[in-house]
């Protein structure tokens, strides 16, 4: 089956403008996460949507937010771009049956904010 | 912060066992020990999980100490195509499926 699917996969942007990035997980799971990747950071967790609400959510300001579709494909949001927000962005998915269960990652989309 | 400790980095002759251990002394009795690796510039892979036995699998085995305050992933004949960083992770996803990121180990293959 198909794995996740983020898109764009490379981006430019311009200080003070907004972005979207979209995932789509793989079919059937209904968790997707976001991480942001950077060099001096390294993976750290944004949020995490369950069934269209968030059920978790990293310690990142109010310029990150996300949502989930019905059909639980997801979209992260982060407005009023800084230069620090350069990144890897990773969506992750899962079917959580419990309290084991395993991510799948995208290949992530690099955000380069000039 | 991660609630694990892994030497940053470690080398490995080709066609040897890769042995990556990792310290997670304040683990709780319903967290499972992951371990998933990142090839350059990839989406994170998972490997292995665990939550007290040891388990095995394609990829990996990995040992879970009894106290279950350590353990090591096992690669039984690594090969370049593993050189990658390793991350081992404690998790419950009853929590709400928030993966907590170390530093990981970067682990070289070397011919």
């Known amino acids: 089956k198909a794995g996740v699917t983020q898109t764009p996969r490379y981006l430019i942007k311009t200080r003070g403008q907004q972005v979207t990035l979209s995932c789509s997980p793989i079919?059937?799971?209904?968790?997707v996460s976001w991480y942001q990747q950077t060099p001096g950071q390294g993976l750290q967790f944004l949020f995490e949507?369950?069934?269209?609400?968030?059920?978790n959510k990293g310690n990142f300001p109010g310029r990150f937010s996300g949502r989930q579709f019905s059909n639980s494909r997801s979209e992260m949001n982060v407005s009023t771009l800084e230069l620090g927000d350069s990144a890897l962005y990773l969506c992750?998915?899962?079917?959580?049956?419990?309290?084991?269960?395993?991510?799948?990652f995208g290949q992530g989309t690099r955000l380069t904010v000039v | 912060d991660a609630k694990t400790t892994q030497p940053p980095s470690m080398d490995c002759a080709e066609g040897r066992a890769a042995n990556l251990p990792c310290n997670h002394s304040?683990?709780?009795?319903?967290?499972?020990v992951y371990w998933y690796r990142q090839i350059h510039s990839q989406g994170p892979q998972y490997i292995i999980h665990?939550?007290?036995n040891n388990e095995t699998n394609e990829m990996a085995s990995l040992i879970i100490t009894e106290d279950r305050k350590s353990s090591t992933l096992i690669l039984p004949h690594a090969t370049l195509r593993d050189t990658a960083v390793y991350y081992c992770i404690v998790t419950n996803y009853n929590q709400g499926g928030k993966l907590i990121f170390g530093q990981g180990t970067e682990l070289s293959v070397k011919p």
């Open positions: 304040t683990i709780s009795g319903n967290e499972y």
């Open positions: 665990g939550l007290k």
């Open positions: 949507y369950f069934s269209e609400t968030q059920r």
């Open positions: 992750a998915s899962s079917s959580p049956h419990g309290g084991d269960t395993e991510a799948f």
């Open positions: 079919s059937g799971h209904r968790s």
